[in-house]
């Protein structure tokens, strides 16, 4: 069967992969010149399959109005006329009730765990190289009360299947020494020896080389602007191509895997989508030539930070802004990782070489991604992946070619219906 899919990001270009390799003849269309120039491209990075727990939850009400002013908050709701805002909005707060945040859980950890499990697969059959490193994931907490909290959390996660364990603050020295320099300041930490952590963009990049020898097309520098519908089908992909002339792309299956910009294309056809951009921000300094630079992956809990070591580089990501589609840099923003990254590990890298990014997470409010069928036969979802499409994108492109062969997905998640 000829499948499009749209969008070359973690998410489209992982779904091309499985897609071809059960047989089918797939074409990948992108508005950029290559895989991976939007939120793929300098992520946190980390692979935190048994940290899938979403940002809705009881307290995170709380959190948003302990910051509530701050222009470096780690989160923040800058409101705008725009409805879906709002609308994302409110959802987000109805998540936050007990019995959805166990149930978005539960989803976010099948998901999770079982495209770990697909990633070590993969990379077992094709050799991709991503700057892997398999040194777990340490959460850290500077806050008394934050590593109270963190714990009784590692506790309830257990029974999910995430492996947590709880650290004092010289385990934690002991898991990744460059903590040493910030001993002081540590109240304790979380450590999941099985998480892992990679450069996402490498991975896309490389894995769309390995798809094109496989025979996957890639169509860069095309913008889609509509799909064509009839009936209940999907008809073809309306685009604006490499040349500026207005195509339509016709295929027997389409992939909607086109991140935070999916709604746009989605809701003229009636197709439900909560999707909203989360900004977020990332630095990227070198680190050759410095000793301070952890190499196990860390969540800064207090700052919502997670610090990642990218072969010779440093990846420092992190905050969260519902602002709309901007992708522009706010100075006070930068400075906060910067310095924050600086405060733990003063001799991480080069400040000078921090390259600033930010990237627009396709967040639905549940953080539980939108992977299956819609109404039109023939399109399917792979999109919605907010704070983990990396961490997610494995499993959820084997899951849809399942869906597609008729085969059951292997993994327990309430996929989008035909509905
Ligand atoms: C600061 C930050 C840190 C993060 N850290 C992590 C982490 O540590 N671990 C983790 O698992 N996840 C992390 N994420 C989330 C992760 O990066 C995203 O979930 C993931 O990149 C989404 O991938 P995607 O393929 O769905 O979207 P994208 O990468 O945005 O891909 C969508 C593609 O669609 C294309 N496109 C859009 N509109 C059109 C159009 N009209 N026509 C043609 N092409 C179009 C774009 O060019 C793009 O290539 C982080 C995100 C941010 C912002």
């Avoid at 009839?230 to 299956?253: H, K, S």
Wanted: aromatic share 8%; charged share 20%; glycine share 10%.
């Amino acid at each position: 069967m000829r499948v499009t899919v749209l969008g070359a990001g973690v998410v489209g270009v992982t779904a091309a992969w499985y897609l071809a390799a059960d047989g089918h003849e797939v074409t990948v269309v992108d508005r950029q010149d290559g895989p991976a120039l939007e939120t793929s491209f300098a992520n946190g990075g980390q692979i935190s399959a048994s940290h899938a727990e979403p940002w809705a939850n009881p307290g995170a009400p709380w959190e948003i109005l302990r910051w509530l002013g701050r222009e470096d908050a780690p989160l923040l709701f800058r409101p705008r006329a725009d409805w879906w805002q709002w609308r994302w909005g409110l959802q987000f707060l109805v998540e936050c009730l007990p019995a959805r945040t166990r149930r978005n859980t539960i989803q976010c950890m099948n998901l999770a765990l079982y495209s770990r499990d697909c990633l070590h697969a993969l990379r077992a059959a094709t050799g991709i190289e991503y700057d892997r490193l398999a040194r777990g994931i340490l959460q850290i907490c500077t806050d008394g009360r934050d590593f109270a909290r963190a714990a009784a959390a590692a506790e309830r996660m257990r029974h999910y299947g995430g492996e947590r364990e709880v650290k004092s603050a010289d385990q934690c020295v002991a898991i990744e020494p460059a903590l040493a320099a910030c001993r002081g300041r540590l109240a304790g930490g979380i450590y999941t020896a099985s998480d892992e952590s990679g450069d996402a963009r490498r991975f896309t990049v490389e894995l769309a080389r390995h798809a094109t020898l496989r025979g996957v097309a890639f169509r860069w520098c095309t913008t889609i602007t509509a799909l064509a519908v009839d009936g209940n089908a999907v008809t073809g992909v309306r685009c604006v191509n490499e040349r500026g002339e207005a195509e339509t792309l016709a295929a027997d299956g389409y992939v909607m895997a086109l991140g935070s910009y999916s709604p746009l294309l989605l809701r003229p056809l009636g197709v439900a989508a909560l999707i909203y951009p989360v900004k977020g921000y990332s630095l990227t300094i070198d680190v050759s030539g410095h000793r301070g630079a952890p190499t196990v992956s860390l969540t800064d809990l207090a700052r919502k930070i997670v610090i990642t070591r990218l072969g010779g580089r440093l990846r420092v990501a992190g905050t969260a802004e519902l602002s709309g589609y901007g992708t522009e840099l706010d100075a006070v923003r930068c400075e906060a990782l910067l310095r924050r990254a600086f405060d733990l590990f003063p001799d991480a890298g080069d400040r000078a070489s921090a390259h600033f990014w930010a990237g627009l997470r396709p967040a639905t409010p549940s953080n539980v991604p939108l992977v299956g069928r819609t109404r039109f036969a023939n399109l399917l979802l792979d999109t919605g992946h907010g704070t983990l499409g990396w961490t997610m994108a494995c499993g959820s492109g084997r899951a849809l070619a399942d869906i597609v062969a008729g085969r059951n997905p292997e993994v327990d998640f309430e996929f989008t219906k035909a509905a």
